[in-house]
């Protein structure tokens, strides 16, 4: 059993060598997964396994609603919902000092909602914001920091792509977890909001007031809102009350989205088609990586590293809320290395059966969500934190004129911002559990 152990503990350290040398995550998991089953099992075990692997991985029901969030996102992209969105909001909060900034950010949460993706939502929000933020002269930091750190709310504002993942590596339910993510999700826009508000006060230049505009134009830019309100409503309304499963609310908002786009004429059979390309790649990545995910689970199990590990933290007689941390500090380490997705993926696995011995006076279902909301949030930070940040990556491709040290400069508020958030969320459970327990109640 000893022997097993290094052995898997070997297999860790290479997969963490592999992925600090830029090996993608799916072949590095992939190549140890496979490699040390076959040692510690032997290669007619592993072949025997492979053989349906695949098949009982992408055949589980609800990985089916991936691909059609992922379509959703990007027919909503090349529809225009990103512009209506922040002109909605800017006509709303532009007015005040910081309040593009402000819009942006609200911009950035509306889009979330129907796109479920961050990168995406950096990269939307920041074509369509950024040149808005250059004209009323926003400071480089805060312009870009603020865009970079509005994108990680895709991640967690439902639809969530990374929010199934977990749901089906803990076997949660995908409807509870978004339900849960909803107040947490809120509560971070009015953190960022809060951030931008103190920010511009500290620093009066770096955010200066917009426009006022007229009655008609802001009619005009607040009735441009309702479509996308509509179809927030009719898909995530409809899964809160339990009108759709996951998978078919999301195929009804890839039709709602792509009849809003043909209906403005800006969306063609051509943007259709390279919607459905972008999403068969995207999913086609995201299935290989739970292929990866999987084989290393079997080899992380065969070889006791998971056991190990739980038995060492719970043996060590620490406080729970203490173990909950150092995982959760963990989390925000590896983002420094790999993508949201891939860490969840890889730590997980590891985490929960840590988190599901530990007594926090609740059930194991209200941790199961607890927990994920939690490991979302610090997912999140992975986002803006270096090396990786990819937000932070995408914006300054935007911004060539704004050097990236400025911009993790100007995203370090939003992140002192998401460390608050955690801790209300940890001290306060019932912020997470409330709004599922409420809404199965009636």
């Not at 996308?228 to 709602?256: E, K, M, R």
């Not at 696995?349 to 059930?363: A, N, Q, R």
Request: aromatic share 10%.
């Amino acid at each position: 059993m000893e022997q097993n152990l290094f052995i898997g503990l070997i297999g860790l350290g290479t997969l963490i060598g592999l992925i600090v040398i830029r090996v993608p995550i799916a072949y590095a998991m992939i190549v140890v997964g496979a490699i040390g089953t076959a040692i510690l099992n032997g290669p007619e075990i592993l072949l025997s396994q492979m053989k349906d692997l695949a098949w009982a991985q992408f055949s589980v029901y609800d990985l089916s609603v991936v691909p059609m969030f992922i379509l959703m996102g990007n027919i909503a992209t090349r529809a225009g919902l990103s512009s209506d969105l922040f002109r909605a909001a800017n006509a709303w909060l532009g007015r005040f000092r910081g309040g593009v900034a402000m819009a942006a950010i609200a911009a950035c949460a509306g889009f979330g909602s129907v796109c479920g993706s961050s990168l995406a939502t950096a990269s939307t929000m920041g074509q369509v914001a950024l040149p808005e933020l250059k004209r009323y002269k926003y400071s480089g930091e805060l312009a870009t920091g603020t865009l970079a750190a509005g994108g990680v709310l895709g991640i967690l504002i439902p639809p969530s792509i990374v929010l199934v993942i977990y749901a089906v590596i803990v076997e949660a339910n995908i409807v509870t977890m978004f339900m849960a993510a909803f107040i947490p999700g809120i509560l971070a826009v009015m953190l960022f909001l809060l951030t931008i508000a103190l920010y511009v006060r500290l620093r009066p230049e770096a955010g200066p007031k917009g426009e006022v505009i007229t009655r008609e134009e802001f009619i005009s830019a607040t009735l441009a809102m309702v479509p996308v309100l509509i179809i927030f409503g009719l898909v995530i309304g409809g899964i809160y009350f339990g009108f759709f499963n996951p998978t078919p609310a999301a195929a009804a908002g890839v039709f709602l989205v792509a009849i809003y786009g043909i209906a403005r004429r800006v969306v063609g059979w051509q943007d259709l088609k390279a919607a459905l390309m972008e999403t068969a790649k995207t999913s086609g990545m995201i299935y290989l990586i739970l292929l990866g995910a999987e084989l290393l689970k079997i080899f992380m199990s065969r070889g006791g590293v998971p056991q190990a590990a739980a038995e060492l933290m719970l043996t060590s007689g620490m406080d729970a809320h203490l173990i909950l941390i150092l995982l959760l500090a963990a989390l925000i380490v590896l983002g420094c290395l790999m993508d949201s997705l891939s860490m969840i993926l890889l730590a997980i696995p590891f985490f929960w059966p840590v988190i599901s011995g530990l007594d926090f006076g609740m059930t194991e279902d209200d941790l199961k969500v607890w927990f994920g909301i939690l490991a979302l949030i610090v997912v999140e930070l992975g986002l803006i934190t270096p090396p990786v940040g990819m937000n932070v990556f995408i914006i300054s491709a935007l911004d060539k004129e704004t050097p990236m040290s400025k911009t993790f400069k100007g995203v370090a508020p939003f992140f002192g911002a998401e460390l608050v958030r955690v801790g209300l969320l940890v001290a306060f459970p019932s912020i997470t559990l409330w709004l599922p327990g409420f809404l199965q109640s009636l």
